[in-house]
């Protein structure tokens, strides 16, 4: 059975930072291309994050710069350091595979306001 536990959401003023976890079970991990998406209300859910199988990372131009993801295999974690946040970061962060499964865990807000 897979399950994404994600964690680590929080209020957080603009400027600051976040740092997300996810930890991964019942998939082959090493395996697997991760990503963090994130979704708005009504809105899709957008990939923000890329770790490849050997570490390469891709990001979008909205988080070029301020985010970072990483991944340990031996935990089955991905993690999702963000700094310089801003208003528009706010919404529910997840992990999953790339391509996604069918499956996703209940995510984690994150919301930057003052």
């Known amino acids: 059975q897979v399950q994404l536990a994600e964690s680590g959401g929080a209020l957080v003023q603009p400027g600051g930072s976040l740092s997300l976890s996810c930890k991964a079970s019942?998939?082959?991990?090493?395996?697997?291309?991760m990503g963090w998406y994130r979704q708005v209300p009504g809105k899709q859910r957008d990939l923000v994050a890329t770790i490849t199988t050997t570490g390469f990372t891709y990001y979008p131009d909205s988080v070029k710069g301020r985010f970072t993801i990483s991944r340990d295999n031996a935990k089955n974690t991905v993690y999702l350091q963000m700094n310089s946040l801003k208003p528009e970061d706010t919404a529910v962060y997840y992990c999953?595979?790339?391509?996604?499964?069918?499956?996703w865990g209940q995510g984690t807000q994150v919301t930057v306001s003052s």
């Open positions: 019942g998939i082959n991990f090493r395996m697997n291309p």
């Open positions: 999953n595979a790339i391509p996604a499964f069918g499956f």
